[in-house]
């Protein structure tokens, strides 16, 4: 999704820059919190296959997965205490992301990450140090705290420290880092499910220490962004940054659409209020829908409990892990694929594309699954078994080019600087409200809807194409702070929410 690795451009509102050492570490280096992200959705549902782990703090699933006969194949992870195991961990990021929209604010970027950092390493020693379920569920709680400063920072850190030519393809580097955060933990889960003595769980818990400490020393490192410091008044800071990130000494074009979008945003005294604005409604809607329908495309749903899923279907336990570190790994590279096109082919031929191949793959999936996969009875032959994880990797793929990233990135690029901040703590709050929901949720829609599940994700995705097709603009390659003349008010339907927006410029002028 890259694109333009070339010479520094300038002019045309693209300002002038180099991609400099110092852009792509402290990109890398953000991104770890991604990693973090990544690595705690996938542990969560591996774990939750582990027997050991099962027995001692879900005894009554252990007691159904041993008893073949005494539960359906679709019912026999449905347990509201082992859905809150999973899902704490959103309910308690989706309350943090308010705190963590003051600190963005007020403290910086760059002080939020490392905030989030030190939730992370918390949360992960009382995880893999659990004596009960209640230590369990607090280390949940404090990696949830983690996610939502996480997922306020880093997006907006990426998005504003960025070159615009390759702003898609930087932003994407925390999608990517998710993607591999799921394959190591799937890939982890897969080697501690091995170990004899049952305390293989502990260590699954326990190395997600590893991408909390690479989150936390990197943000020591990196250096804040010119946004965030020329709107807390620090402008030489602002301007040495912006020299320092883009490699040049002539920044004073972009060093004055900063100042001039700051002093805009220093107006705003209610930031949450302005949001509500007219002109900033289609920032607004678009942000919120995409995260809901991120979850409705039904992804987090296959990557939580993909162990579980695959188990459904009468895979044994290994097998299971197995199917997803396939899973994980298809991820990866299709968000690879992500990373190098979009800023070349742009961000609604990702959606529209990955759209129809996500509604084919999960109707072959529930079609499979509704003639073969019984309550009490499996009938899944080996071709079949394979169509499903092929089906299955083909679904991840195209939401790994699509939705995934550009969820986070489309929002992150389109809100102007004084509702960035506010404008990222309703994305990640959205996210993980339905995060939440469908985690919560899924074990217990899949016992009493069984295959129809998919049908019902199937349906949203569908829902979602047509949203795409009429009601996203392109943003590829137009700066953050041009969007409002270059993509507002050139689209069809929402250039008549801009009209105000006109006003209070001229009153500004």
Known sequence: MAGGFGAPTSGGGDFEAKITTVVIISCILAASGGLMFGY??????????????????????????????????????????????????????????????????????????????????????????????????????????????????????????????????????????????????????????????????????????????????????????PNSLISRGKLEEGKAALKKIRGVDNVEPEFLEIVDASRVAKEVKHPFRNLLQRRNRPQLVIAILMQVFQQFTGINAIMFYAPVLFQTLGFKSDASLYSAVITGAVNVLSTLVSIYFVDRAGRRAFLLQAGVQMFLSQLVVAIVMGLKVKDNSNDLNQGL?????????????????????????????????????????????????????????????????????????TSWVFVMTLFVLFLIPETKGVPIEEMTERVWKQHWFWKRFMDDGEDKAKGHA
């Open 40 to 225: 705690d959705i996938g542990i969560s549902g591996g774990v939750t296959s582990m027997p050991e782990f099962l027995k001692e703090f879900f005894p009554v699933v252990y007691q159904k997965t041993q008893q073949p006969g005494l539960d359906s194949n679709y019912c026999k992870y449905n347990n509201q205490g082992l859905q809150l195991f999973t899902s704490s961990l959103y309910l308690a990021a989706l309350t943090s992301t308010f705190a963590a929209s003051y600190t963005t604010r007020t403290l910086g970027r760059k002080l939020t990450m490392f905030i989030a950092g030190i939730f992370f390493i918390i949360g992960t020693v009382f995880n893999a140090a659990a004596q009960n379920l209640l230590m369990l569920i607090i280390g949940r709680i404090l990696l949830g705290c983690g996610v939502g400063f996480a997922n306020q920072a880093v997006p907006l850190f990426l998005s504003e420290i960025a070159p615009t030519r390759i702003r898609g393809a930087l932003n994407i580097l925390f999608q990517l880092n998710v993607t591999i955060g799921i394959l190591f933990a799937n890939l982890i889960n897969y080697g501690t499910s091995k170990i004899a003595g049952g305390w293989g769980w502990r260590l699954s818990l326990g190395l997600a220490g590893v991408p909390a400490a690479m989150l936390t020393l990197g943000s020591l490192v990196v250096v804040d962004t």
């Open 385 to 457: 078994a394979v169509l499903v994880v092929v089906m299955v990797c083909s679904f991840v793929s195209s939401f790994a080019w699509s939705w995934g990233p550009l969820g986070w990135l489309i929002p992150s690029e389109t809100f102007p600087l004084e509702a960035r901040s506010a404008g990222q703590s309703v994305t990640v709050c959205v996210n993980m409200l339905f995060t939440f929901v469908i985690a919560q949720a899924f074990l217990s829609m899949l016992c009493h809807m069984k295959f129809g599940i998919f049908l019902f994700f």
